[in-house]
């Protein structure tokens, strides 16, 4: 599964200490091939588009059939190795990372319902893909977001007190 490419895609509009940055527009060709996929203007249109609409759904925002586009096409096929039945991907030309990442969400959401979301701090634009038993994670890093969103929680606490 495509997994590390979903979320990786998934946050490349993170929030820095000067606002919020697109990885893609700033080099999408470099962000293409150091994921091992073609780095064509039609790829990375079509990678941006797909990253839009994965974002909005994975927010709640979007609609699933905005996903439709990037896997029309998509067909998978049978072959046979040493090792027994094997599964090939045929991907349609100019949205191969696209189809990938849609189809890794798809996979997710149905092996793991649930486990992929945004972090619960509201001023980041970063995802999380919760790996732990009880799935209670909440933010895309501890050490960043968690650290400051306890921290501020126990000011508004400390500060009520008074």
């Known amino acids: 599964m495509d997994e590390a490419l979903l979320l990786d895609l998934?946050?490349?509009?993170?929030?820095?200490?000067?606002?919020?940055?697109?990885?893609l527009a700033e080099d999408g060709p470099g962000w293409l091939t150091s994921h091992d996929q073609p780095a064509s203007k039609d790829e990375l249109r079509a990678?941006?588009?797909a990253r839009d609409a994965l974002q909005a759904v994975v927010r709640g925002t979007g609609e699933t059939a905005a996903l439709a586009p990037f896997v029309e096409g998509v067909r998978q096929r049978a072959g046979v190795d040493?090792?027994?039945?094997?599964?090939?991907?045929?991907?349609p030309g100019g949205r191969t990372a696209a189809a990938r990442a849609v189809l890794a969400w798809d996979a997710l959401r149905v092996s793991s319902p649930g486990r992929l979301r945004p972090c619960a701090n509201p001023e980041c634009r970063l995802f999380l893909i919760d790996h732990s038993k009880p799935n209670s994670a909440r933010w895309?890093?501890?050490?960043?977001?968690?650290?400051?969103?306890?921290?501020?929680?126990?000011?508004?606490?400390?500060?009520?007190?008074?």
């Open 82 to 91: 040493p090792s027994g039945l094997v599964w090939h991907l045929d991907l």
């Open 47 to 49: 990678l941006v588009a």
């Open 10 to 23: 998934l946050n490349t509009t993170p929030v820095l200490d000067d606002g919020q940055h697109d990885l």
């Open 140 to 162: 895309c890093s501890m050490a960043v977001c968690g650290n400051r969103m306890k921290a501020r929680r126990h000011y508004q606490r400390t500060r009520g007190e008074r």
